[in-house]
Nanobody, 124 residues
Framework: HVQLVESGGGSVEAGGSLRLSCVAS????????RTWFRQVPGKEREGVAA???????SYVDSVQGRFIISHANDNKAIYLQMNNLRPEDTAMYYC???????????????????WGQGTQVTVS
């Protein structure tokens, strides 16, 4: 059984940085893609960044050049380095995991079997 736990959220001023972590308890298969999403109350969940089992990385346009996704060598943890934060980045951030082949077919619309509980990021 896999559980994902996010941490690292907080409140920062615009232009600041935060580093989110998502640690998995249990074995996340090495064939899985790992993704960060965010959601603001009343709005649809938005895919932010993903890294698949081949190391290919994708970002939503709005964070390209500001956010960096990475993973630990054992695939237990992924990270999201967020730089030059903007007020519009304010959201609850979630990590998720799904088979890479599913990610390659459906991208951010993939049906993810594993989700974390989220960590709040507030930019003022």
């Amino acid at each position: 059984h896999v559980q994902l736990v996010e941490s690292g959220g907080g409140s920062v001023e615009a232009g600041g940085s935060l580093r989110l972590s998502c640690v998995a308890s249990g074995d996340v298969p090495s064939s899985y893609a790992r993704t960060w999403f965010r959601q603001v109350p009343g709005k649809e969940r938005e895919g932010v960044a993903a890294i698949d089992s081949m190391g290919q990385i994708s970002y939503v346009d709005s964070v390209q050049g500001r956010f960096i996704i990475s993973h630990a060598n054992d695939n237990k943890a992924i990270y999201l380095q967020m730089n030059n934060l903007r007020p519009e980045d304010t959201a609850m951030y979630y990590c998720a995991a799904a088979p890479t082949e599913r990610w390659l077919s459906c991208g951010f619309r993939t049906n993810y079997p594993y989700w974390g509980q989220g960590t709040q990021v507030t930019v003022s």
